[in-house]
């Protein structure tokens, strides 16, 4: 069992290199953002057994996402268990993980609203009521 770390986060114009994931709530670069947000790391995989399956668990994800392991689409996973058999992707050595997550819309519309927008002024009031969003993890590579 792996964790994954050292991720560079993008979501629009915005862009992070991070040692640790986290709720885009607690960032205010990322807070009321609505954009997809892509997440790459790299990591080094041991060699790879034979007939064992090698799976991806993302832990915590708000709300889609979307992967791909070196540059080959491994699955989109739209709720928990947010896992994935990648055992035909991974391959011993480096490896190129990409995680696209779609976040709620919701905070975009609370900075809308907290900006004086007419269209959106059913949010006006609600600064504090923000949605978890982002890959918050941790991202495990595990086997069995």
């Given at each position: 069992?792996?964790?994954?770390?050292?991720?560079?986060?993008?979501?629009?114009?915005?862009?992070?290199?991070?040692?640790?994931?986290?709720?885009?709530?607690?960032?205010?670069?990322?807070?009321?953002?609505?954009?997809?947000?892509?997440?790459?790391?790299?990591?080094?995989?041991?060699p790879l057994?034979?007939?064992?399956r090698y799976f991806l668990d993302?832990?915590?994800?708000?709300?889609?996402?979307?992967?791909?392991?070196?540059?080959?689409?491994?699955?989109?996973?739209?709720?928990?268990?947010y896992q994935l058999d990648i055992t035909s992707l991974l391959k011993s050595g480096a490896n190129t993980l990409?995680?696209?997550?779609?976040?709620?819309?919701?905070n975009e519309f609370v900075a809308e609203g907290m900006r004086g927008n007419p269209a959106y002024k059913q949010f006006k009031g609600a600064r504090n009521s923000l949605l978890p969003a982002g890959l918050v993890g941790p991202v495990v590579l595990k086997s069995r």
């Open positions: 069992m792996a964790s994954l770390t050292n991720w560079t986060v993008q979501s629009g114009d915005t862009t992070t290199t991070t040692s640790a994931l986290f709720d885009w709530r607690t960032q205010p670069s990322f807070a009321h953002r609505s954009a997809p947000g892509v997440y790459t790391t790299t990591f080094t995989a041991p057994a034979a007939g064992k993302l832990g915590q994800v708000y709300f889609t996402a979307e992967v791909r392991l070196n540059d080959q689409p491994a699955g989109k996973l739209l709720w928990a268990p990409e995680v696209r997550v779609t976040p709620t819309r919701r």
